[in-house]
């Protein structure tokens, strides 16, 4: 990893207060003291390749940095608690996202007196949240910023599996796994959302030559 991924996943840890030495053991757990180094090596390793990833998933969906921080925070406790009862987990990244999405979803159901259903439909609106840390080019900045922030202008089921795919460069096998489809109807969800993003920057361009 380069210095300025250092520093951004460094600073996602500082803000999140998260430290393998830190969290807690699940309770009923009977462990003997090189397995907790174990699972604590493997937790500060995934934690540093995906704490990152996680958070700008989880601002991209409540569009709350506040919460954001929490529902990351809350998904590597969750995680931490599974590697300690030695649950089956095939691929991190896939099982930390999709921890993520069920916090998001429960967060909704909270929040909202209305369909759940309905709420997810409709795209998050307003400022990008997907922080660019990863290069100095204010125009590269600007260009990703806009492009997310038109990804997450596009409806359900497309938005969530184009984000995946094309931010976070999940394939759709581990698509599939975090939403619940399969493969191909994540393939086609991922085809058709790119359609619908087209559209969305034809539009722009549109409205910006005629402004």
């Not at 699972?39 to 700008?56: L, M, N, P, S």
């Not at 406790?77 to 999709?98: G, P």
Request: proline letters at 3%; aromatic letters at 8%.
């Amino acid at each position: 990893m380069d210095e300025k991924g250092t520093k951004r996943i460094a600073k996602t840890r500082e803000l999140c207060k998260i430290e393998p030495s830190s969290v807690s053991l699940p309770q009923k757990t009977n462990l003997s003291i090189s397995v907790i180094e174990r699972v604590a090596e493997v937790f500060g390793e995934v934690y540093e390749k995906e704490a990152d990833a996680i958070f700008r998933f989880c601002l991209l969906r409540t569009s709350d940095r506040e919460v954001a921080l929490d529902f990351t925070q809350d998904t590597f406790m969750r995680f931490w608690n599974s590697l300690l009862l030695e649950k089956d987990i095939k691929n991190h990244r896939t099982f930390l996202f999709t921890i993520a999405r069920n916090v998001i979803i429960d967060w909704y159901r909270k929040k909202k007196p209305f369909s759940l259903e309905t709420l997810m439909e409709n795209a998050t609106e307003g400022r990008s949240s997907f922080v660019l840390a990863s290069t100095d080019n204010v125009e590269t900045n600007s260009e990703a910023e806009f492009l997310i922030r038109k990804i997450a202008e596009l409806p359900e089921p497309y938005g969530n599996a184009v984000y995946l795919r094309c931010v976070e460069e999940l394939k759709p096998r581990e698509i599939s796994e975090i939403l619940g489809e399969s493969a191909n109807v994540i393939s086609v969800r991922i085809s058709r959302g790119l359609e619908q993003l087209r559209a969305l920057l034809h539009l722009e361009h549109a409205h910006v030559k005629t402004t």
